[in-house]
Structure formats: C-alpha cells, structure tokens
C-alpha cells in the first residue's frame, strides 16, 4: 500500500508536482511496477494507455512540459511574472490577475503548477511517499 506524506506546495517538485496537478486535473492516476521487481512509479490513466508521471514528453509532465503544462496557464487563467532580476530570479504564478503574492519557480511551468495546486487543494498537500526524491 502507498504511504502518503504532507508537503508544503511551495515545496513541490518534479514527479510529486506533477501528481499532485493530476488530482486537481481529475487525471485518474494508479502505482505500477513498470518491469518485474522494480518500484512502483505513478501513471496517469488515458483510457487503455497508462502513461509515467513526470517523465519528461514521454508521460504526463505538466510541469517541465509545455504541451502538457501550458493549456493549464490560459484555463486557470495565470498572472505569469518574468523573474524581475536580469536573466536570474524565479519566475512567478498567481491565480488572481495583478497578484504579486504567488508561487515562486525556476521556471515558469513549475511555478504555474503550484499556483494550481494550491489553488485547489490547498498550501499543504499528501503525496506518494514514493515521488519524493
């Protein structure tokens, strides 16, 4: 059985930021052994076909995916903020247009998907134990 930990959503990142966006999204998501005797690893559910969470283009990845990640931006309607400092700096996403309080990321889909996050299940999150590295 999957043991479940709380995580700041401030502190999400890779596999565990891109389950967690799963849920909000309503991805049917299931823990499978891809080959005998390794760990199970989370997928994400498309009728027949399971794809690897957080595996980059091959799987369901929304944060560090633009093909995945970006349709999110226009339907949560995100306040995207370039990082401020010249070429350094995180970049920032709010859910509340003109809101300079966000979540804060190197990159802009990292900081997208925890302003979803957060915007829906809350500041602290469970995630498979598993998905923290």
């Known amino acids: 059985m999957t043991e479940f ?3 700041k959503t401030a502190d999400l990142i890779g ?7 799963a849920q909000v999204e309503e991805v ?10 390794e760990p ?5 559910l498309y009728g027949s076909m399971a794809m690897p969470i957080g595996d980059g283009e091959q799987g369901y990845a929304p944060s560090t995916c633009w093909h995945c990640g970006g349709p999110l931006i226009e339907k949560y309607k995100l306040d995207i903020g370039a990082p401020l400092e010249i070429k350094s700096g ?3 996403a709010a859910t509340e247009w003109g809101n300079p309080i966000g979540y804060k990321a190197e990159t802009p ?11 829906v299940l809350g ?5 498979p134990k598993e998905l923290l590295s």
């Open 90 to 92: 995180p970049w920032n």
């Open 40 to 44: 199970k690893k989370p997928f994400a």
């Open 28 to 37: 049917k998501t299931i823990m499978l052994s891809p080959r005998f005797k």
């Open 123 to 127: 500041e602290i999150v469970s995630v």
């Open 109 to 119: 889909l990292i900081a997208a998907c925890r302003a979803i996050v957060a915007s």
């Open 5 to 7: 930990v709380e995580v």
């Open 15 to 21: 596999a565990a930021l891109d389950w967690a966006v």
